[in-house]
């Protein structure tokens, strides 16, 4: 049976978007091209239609994951929600940056470079609610904020004490918002 070119791009989507969540919380090399398309509902003997190989749908992932955030961004809000208990433990459905940052320095030059495009894409959206007088003072506030933000959520997320978790994460805010911070017993 033929599927309709509409279908491929909707499959598509659906393998990204699963491959997505599933590299975030198993990593790359927890998951086979066999777990990512019984995730999408699809067969696995279809995979090569789509992707290349699996490097090639770990690269178009990153690629995917970063052009679903929004075109701007309020760097103050997107700190709040960014480091909140309920983004920090949903980890499939949360930061890629975080979730597979340090895994992407072992991937292909393909998957770097989409990581790399992405992590510009997003210091360029917080760049321009970020404070500063001048465009590079925005910029490296934004930096300065995104890397605290992304630090945070990787503490975070691999401290076995909840109160230690929320300290990072309501001190980063803190230390963003410029507020001075409190303190946590």
């Known amino acids: ?69 929004p075109a701007e961004i309020d760097l103050a809000r997107y700190a709040e929600s960014y480091l909140s208990q309920r983004h920090c433990q949903n980890v499939a459905g949360g930061c890629s940056t975080a979730a597979l940052g340090s895994e992407t320095t072992r991937q292909t030059p393909e998957a770097r470079a989409a990581m790399t495009k992405g992590l510009r894409q997003h210091i360029e959206r917080l760049s321009r609610s970020a404070k500063g007088k001048t465009a590079a003072e925005k910029r490296r506030a ?19 004490d909840p109160k230690l978790s929320e300290e990072l994460l309501a001190q980063t805010r803190a230390w963003i918002a410029g507020a001075e911070p409190r303190q946590h017993r």
Not at 29 to 50: I, N, P, Q, R, S
Not at 150 to 156: C, D, E, H, K, L
């Open 142 to 160: 934004a930096i300065g904020s995104w890397a605290a933000m992304v630090g945070a959520v990787i503490m975070a997320r691999f401290s076995d």
């Open 1 to 69: 049976m033929k599927v309709s070119r509409d279908q491929v791009a909707a499959n598509r989507q659906t393998i990204l978007a699963a491959a997505g969540r599933l590299f975030r919380v198993q990593g790359f090399e927890g998951v086979t091209v066999a777990d990512v398309m019984k995730a999408a509902g699809l067969t696995h003997g279809g995979f090569y239609g789509y992707f290349k190989s699996k490097d090639d749908l770990i690269a178009q992932t990153l690629a995917h994951v970063f052009a679903e955030g």
